[in-house]
Protein backbone atom coordinates (compact mmCIF):
# COMPACT_ATOMS: atom_id res chain seq x y z
CA UNK A 1 0.00 0.00 0.00
CA UNK A 2 0.94 3.53 0.62
CA UNK A 3 1.36 4.40 -3.06
CA UNK A 4 1.09 7.96 -4.06
CA UNK A 5 -2.59 8.48 -5.38
CA UNK A 6 -4.33 11.64 -6.04
CA UNK A 7 -7.68 12.27 -4.46
CA UNK A 8 -9.77 15.39 -3.97
CA UNK A 9 -10.54 17.20 -0.60
CA UNK A 10 -14.21 15.56 -0.20
CA UNK A 11 -12.80 12.27 -1.40
CA UNK A 12 -9.76 12.42 1.06
CA UNK A 13 -12.48 13.52 3.95
CA UNK A 14 -14.70 10.67 2.69
CA UNK A 15 -11.76 8.17 3.34
CA UNK A 16 -10.71 9.17 6.90
CA UNK A 17 -15.23 9.26 7.65
CA UNK A 18 -14.67 5.55 6.46
CA UNK A 19 -11.23 4.96 8.32
CA UNK A 20 -12.90 6.22 11.47
CA UNK A 21 -16.07 4.18 11.12
CA UNK A 22 -14.15 0.89 10.28
CA UNK A 23 -12.02 1.61 13.67
CA UNK A 24 -15.37 1.84 15.46
CA UNK A 25 -16.61 -1.16 14.34
CA UNK A 26 -13.93 -3.08 16.20
CA UNK A 27 -15.29 -3.14 19.37
CA UNK A 28 -18.17 -4.02 18.36
CA UNK A 29 -17.37 -7.21 16.17
CA UNK A 30 -14.82 -8.13 19.05
CA UNK A 31 -18.23 -8.37 21.16
CA UNK A 32 -19.89 -10.81 18.72
CA UNK A 33 -16.59 -12.98 18.64
CA UNK A 34 -17.26 -13.11 22.64
CA UNK A 35 -20.50 -13.84 22.54
CA UNK A 36 -20.29 -16.52 20.10
CA UNK A 37 -17.34 -17.92 21.41
CA UNK A 38 -19.35 -18.30 24.86
CA UNK A 39 -21.87 -20.30 23.28
CA UNK A 40 -19.49 -22.96 22.91
CA UNK A 41 -17.99 -25.83 20.34
CA UNK A 42 -15.69 -23.09 18.18
CA UNK A 43 -15.81 -25.88 15.06
CA UNK A 44 -19.31 -25.76 14.33
CA UNK A 45 -20.26 -22.16 15.91
CA UNK A 46 -21.13 -20.67 12.67
CA UNK A 47 -21.63 -17.56 14.48
CA UNK A 48 -18.08 -17.34 15.49
CA UNK A 49 -17.00 -18.13 12.51
CA UNK A 50 -18.88 -15.51 10.46
CA UNK A 51 -17.60 -12.95 13.23
CA UNK A 52 -14.21 -13.54 12.75
CA UNK A 53 -14.16 -13.19 9.20
CA UNK A 54 -16.04 -10.04 9.46
CA UNK A 55 -13.17 -8.78 11.83
CA UNK A 56 -10.82 -9.74 9.30
CA UNK A 57 -12.63 -8.33 6.24
CA UNK A 58 -12.79 -5.14 8.70
CA UNK A 59 -9.15 -4.78 9.38
CA UNK A 60 -8.27 -5.27 5.64
CA UNK A 61 -10.30 -2.71 4.54
CA UNK A 62 -8.30 -0.32 7.73
CA UNK A 63 -5.53 -1.41 5.87
CA UNK A 64 -6.47 -0.50 2.46
CA UNK A 65 -7.64 2.61 3.56
CA UNK A 66 -4.50 3.77 5.89
CA UNK A 67 -2.44 2.96 2.94
CA UNK A 68 -4.57 5.38 0.64
CA UNK A 69 -4.58 8.37 2.85
CA UNK A 70 -0.50 7.41 3.66
CA UNK A 71 0.27 8.19 0.45
CA UNK A 72 -2.94 10.89 -0.70
CA UNK A 73 -2.05 13.89 -2.64
CA UNK A 74 -4.85 16.38 -2.53
CA UNK A 75 -5.26 17.70 -6.13
CA UNK A 76 -6.55 20.98 -5.22
CA UNK A 77 -3.05 21.49 -3.09
CA UNK A 78 -1.45 20.48 -6.48
CA UNK A 79 -1.72 24.39 -7.82
CA UNK A 80 -2.54 25.31 -11.60
CA UNK A 81 -3.00 21.42 -12.88
CA UNK A 82 -2.99 21.58 -16.48
CA UNK A 83 -6.28 21.55 -19.08
CA UNK A 84 -4.25 20.83 -22.15
CA UNK A 85 -4.64 16.71 -21.67
CA UNK A 86 -6.90 14.77 -19.19
CA UNK A 87 -5.65 14.18 -15.90
CA UNK A 88 -6.97 13.03 -12.94
CA UNK A 89 -8.77 15.89 -11.31
CA UNK A 90 -10.22 16.85 -14.79
CA UNK A 91 -13.55 17.48 -15.86
CA UNK A 92 -13.41 16.31 -19.56
CA UNK A 93 -16.46 16.96 -21.94
CA UNK A 94 -17.23 14.48 -24.35
CA UNK A 95 -19.68 13.86 -27.37
CA UNK A 96 -20.30 9.89 -27.68
CA UNK A 97 -20.83 8.83 -31.70
CA UNK A 98 -24.91 8.95 -31.04
CA UNK A 99 -24.57 12.50 -30.22
CA UNK A 100 -24.96 12.09 -26.57
CA UNK A 101 -23.22 14.45 -25.08
CA UNK A 102 -21.50 13.72 -20.94
CA UNK A 103 -19.09 15.66 -18.61
CA UNK A 104 -17.54 13.47 -16.90
CA UNK A 105 -14.36 14.15 -14.00
CA UNK A 106 -11.58 11.70 -13.57
CA UNK A 107 -11.02 10.55 -10.53
CA UNK A 108 -9.00 7.94 -8.21
CA UNK A 109 -10.93 4.78 -8.31
CA UNK A 110 -11.98 5.40 -4.04
CA UNK A 111 -13.72 8.54 -5.26
CA UNK A 112 -15.65 6.77 -8.18
CA UNK A 113 -19.51 7.43 -8.46
CA UNK A 114 -20.56 6.75 -12.32
CA UNK A 115 -24.19 7.91 -11.66
CA UNK A 116 -22.84 11.43 -10.73
CA UNK A 117 -20.26 11.50 -13.43
CA UNK A 118 -17.19 10.66 -11.82
CA UNK A 119 -15.74 7.90 -13.03
CA UNK A 120 -12.45 6.15 -12.25
CA UNK A 121 -9.04 6.45 -14.29
CA UNK A 122 -9.04 3.03 -13.52
CA UNK A 123 -12.24 2.26 -16.04
CA UNK A 124 -12.71 1.45 -19.42
CA UNK A 125 -13.76 5.01 -20.13
CA UNK A 126 -11.23 6.64 -17.75
CA UNK A 127 -8.04 5.25 -19.42
CA UNK A 128 -9.03 6.09 -22.90
CA UNK A 129 -9.69 9.68 -21.40
CA UNK A 130 -6.48 10.21 -19.81
CA UNK A 131 -3.67 12.23 -21.02
CA UNK A 132 -5.29 12.88 -24.18
CA UNK A 133 -5.84 16.59 -25.33
CA UNK A 134 -9.25 17.93 -26.71
CA UNK A 135 -10.10 17.99 -30.12
CA UNK A 136 -9.47 13.92 -30.47
CA UNK A 137 -11.47 10.90 -30.82
CA UNK A 138 -10.58 7.78 -28.40
CA UNK A 139 -11.81 4.49 -28.79
CA UNK A 140 -13.69 3.28 -25.63
CA UNK A 141 -13.57 -1.07 -25.32
CA UNK A 142 -16.84 -1.68 -23.88
CA UNK A 143 -18.86 -4.25 -25.27
CA UNK A 144 -18.18 -6.47 -28.70
CA UNK A 145 -17.00 -3.12 -30.75
CA UNK A 146 -16.60 -0.79 -28.34
CA UNK A 147 -17.76 3.18 -29.09
CA UNK A 148 -16.24 6.23 -29.92
CA UNK A 149 -15.73 9.91 -27.93
CA UNK A 150 -15.06 12.74 -28.86
CA UNK A 151 -12.86 15.14 -26.28
CA UNK A 152 -14.94 18.76 -26.77
CA UNK A 153 -12.92 20.15 -24.26
CA UNK A 154 -11.36 19.91 -20.35
CA UNK A 155 -11.47 22.06 -17.40
CA UNK A 156 -10.60 22.18 -13.94
CA UNK A 157 -13.79 22.20 -11.75
Excluded: C, W
Amino acid sequence: MGDQAFITRVGYKKLQDDLAALKRRRPVIAGQIQEAREKGDLKENAEYHAAKEEAAHNERRISEIEGKLSGARILEDQGDLPTDKAYIGATVYVKAEDGYEAKYKLVDVSESDPTNGFISVDSPIGKALLGQPPGITVKVPIGKAGFSLDILKITRE
